[in-house]
């Protein structure tokens, strides 16, 4: 399974930016697919994930209101809509996926509950 992300690049302070995660397969109802980003030093982190079901979406505390994830099964397809982008949203932003089985809820932000990642897309947020 490979995971394409896309959509980076560089906006404004308070500018969107969509980013995607294709999937090349593998995904079923059990399967939790996330996004995650990194900034040189620091640890990954956590941003947001959905279950491929649907039912639920998991964001961390500084981008909600602002990002909403969201999938398309047809298109095996995971987004990241950021709107209101801060200076500090800047970093590489990671997708990820756990497919086959299901992430109990407190692992949902441990990037080691994912088993598949893709390449990493570059956001940078500056005026």
């Known amino acids: 399974v490979q995971l394409q992300a896309s959509g980076g690049g560089l906006v404004q302070p308070g500018g969107s930016l969509r980013l995607s995660c294709a999937a090349s397969g593998g995904t079923s109802s059990s399967s939790t697919m996330g996004w995650f980003r990194q900034v040189p030093g620091k640890e990954r982190e956590f941003v947001a994930a959905?279950?491929?079901?649907?039912?639920?979406?998991y964001y961390t505390d500084s981008v909600k209101g602002r990002f909403t994830i969201s999938r398309d099964k047809s298109k095996n397809t995971v987004y990241l809509q950021m709107n209101n982008l801060r200076s500090e949203d800047t970093a590489v932003y990671y997708c990820a996926a756990r497919l086959g089985s299901r992430i109990i809820q407190s692992e949902i932000p441990n990037q080691r509950a994912y088993s598949y990642w893709g390449q990493g897309t570059q956001v940078t947020v500056s005026s």
């Open positions: 959905i279950r491929w079901s649907g039912d639920n979406q």
